[in-house]
């Protein structure tokens, strides 16, 4: 009686067995990559679009609450207006808002002065903890956003005219340091991204 020899596999086989599987496994990484890529990219556009919104929100809310409370300057010899706006100055906006909450109830007022400062692309908003500051408060400054390119600001008077410097220059006596605007269109200019513009009617 003959045997059958059991028949194994030609080293010819196993060779393609082995490129076969080699080839699959780099396309599996390959594929595992370019996932993992779209996930940072796309995890990196939402913060992106977190930080937009967020700003956006920072300056509609401060602008629709804005309020008619002039400051004193640091040297206490003079008050600024209540809203700022203007090219000449170190800031793109100054205003007093309503609006801070004071759950802990502590002795400090609810309104409060914001300043949006734009510098090296990078735009911070920046408070006191009190309305009429002294060289002796310090201000607390966040970076809300970079990448920005300018940060501007139409104002409409009660009359319906517009003018990107507040107080406007046709408002006269010290009642010009409580004006504020009817409403206020905000234009964010962001690199790469081009115009973002929002229209915020202001709290009377």
């Known amino acids: 009686m003959r045997t059958r020899l059991a028949k194994g596999f030609t080293l010819i086989e196993v060779l393609v067995a082995m490129a076969v599987f080699g080839v699959l496994t780099i396309l599996a990484y390959m594929s595992l990559g370019q996932t993992l890529l779209s996930a940072e ?21 401060d602008l629709g609450t804005a309020s008619p409370r002039p400051v004193r300057s640091e040297l206490g010899d003079s008050y600024l207006p209540a809203v700022m706006v203007s090219a000449s100055n170190d800031f793109a906006l100054a205003v007093t808002h309503g609006g ?3 759950p802990a109830g502590l002795p400090r007022s609810t309104q409060q002065r914001s ?4 510098e090296d692309g990078k735009l911070f908003r920046i408070y006191y903890n009190v309305l009429d500051s002294t060289y002796s408060n310090n201000a607390i400054s966040t970076e809300i956003l970079d ?21 406007p220059l046709n408002a006269q006596g010290g009642s010009a340091d409580r004006l ?10 962001l690199e790469g991204e081009g ?3 929002r229209i915020v009617e202001v709290a009377s």
Do not use: C, H, K
């Open 41 to 61: 990219m796309l995890t990196e556009r939402m913060d992106r679009l977190q930080s937009i919104q967020r700003t956006m929100r920072y300056l509609s809310n």
């Open 100 to 102: 801070w909450g004071n």
């Open 115 to 118: 300043i949006y400062l734009l």
């Open 147 to 167: 990448g920005v390119e300018s940060l501007e600001f139409l104002l409409i008077q009660d009359n319906g005219e517009v003018t990107n410097q507040w107080p």
């Open 180 to 189: 504020r605007p009817r409403a206020v269109e905000i234009i964010l200019t």
């Open 195 to 197: 115009q973002i513009r």
